[in-house]
T-cell receptor, first 118, second 116 residues
Framework: AQTVTQSQPEMSVQEAETVTLSCTYDTSESNYYLFWYKQPPSRQMILVIRQEAYKQQNATENRFSVNFQKAAKSFSLKISDSQLGDTAMYFCAFMKHGSDDSWGKFQFGAGTQVVVTP | GAVVSQHPSWVICKSGTSVKIECRSLDFQATTMFWYRQFPKQSLMLMATSNEGSKATYEQGVEKDKFLINHASLTLSTLTVTSAHPEDSSFYIC????????????FGAGTRLSVL
């Protein structure tokens, strides 16, 4: 079974500053996906970024980037130039790739609450 | 883009009654949908996988008779919480994978269930 660990319950950052959220995971799988999802107060899950494990290049999406260290099983998210709208709960998630029943299922971490202050 | 509609967004019911939650893919077909449960300030936990044309598969510890799932069509899955009790109060979220692959999924907006 896979486990996803987010060790930071809450992070506070000032507007325009940078914050990094940590995520580690444990798996014996070789082919999988990693995700960061954002859940604002509306509770709608919003995809921030996705990384395929077979890709060495770190994924980026505008102000969001990841540091994917496969050997260390680490997948951190960096939010640059933080904005008030970034205030949300951020979940790291693991998904196994395959053709069996486990494909498509997310294993989420406990979440990190990010608070962006003016 | 693809959208998943979840209804109702909030429901309050009396203890002992049943509540149905719908999850609908609006512009794509979903042969599989997933149901998650989220307690306040906690993470999402997978409850079950809804399969069109066949029985749902439940995660360990989830009561099949308590949480009935029906995937009636390629665009609709329903979760019925039967004989609801206060401990069933939670936030329920569905997700549906795009046909391009299960690593691309769309989440419903969630349903807040409050059982009195």
């Amino acid at each position: 079974a896979q486990t996803v660990t987010q060790s930071q319950p809450e992070m506070s950052v000032q507007e325009a500053e940078t914050v990094t959220l940590s995520c580690t995971y444990d798996t014996s799988e070789s082919n999988y996906y990693l995700f960061w999802y954002k859940q604002p107060p509306s509770r709608q899950m919003i995809l921030v970024i996705r990384q395929e494990a077979y890709k060495q290049q770190n994924a980026t999406e505008n102000r969001f980037s990841v540091n994917f260290q496969k050997a260390a099983k680490s997948f951190s998210l960096k939010i640059s130039d933080s904005q008030l709208g970034d205030t949300a709960m951020y979940f790291c998630a693991f998904m196994k790739h395959g053709s069996d029943d486990s494909w498509g299922k997310f294993q989420f971490g406990a979440g990190t609450q990010v608070v962006v202050t003016p | 883009g693809a959208v998943v509609s979840q209804h109702p967004s909030w429901v309050i019911c009396k203890s002992g009654t049943s509540v149905k939650i719908e999850c609908r893919s609006l512009d794509f077909q979903a042969t599989t949908m997933f149901w998650y449960r989220q307690f306040p300030k906690q993470s999402l936990m997978l409850m079950a996988t809804s399969n069109e044309g066949s029985k749902a598969t439940y995660e360990q510890g989830v009561e099949k008779d308590k949480f009935l799932i029906n995937h009636a069509s390629l665009t609709l899955s329903t979760l019925t919480v039967t004989s609801a009790h206060p401990e069933d109060s939670s936030f329920y979220i569905c997700s549906a994978p795009h046909r391009w692959g299960k690593n691309i999924q769309y989440f419903g907006a969630g349903t807040r269930l409050s059982v009195l």
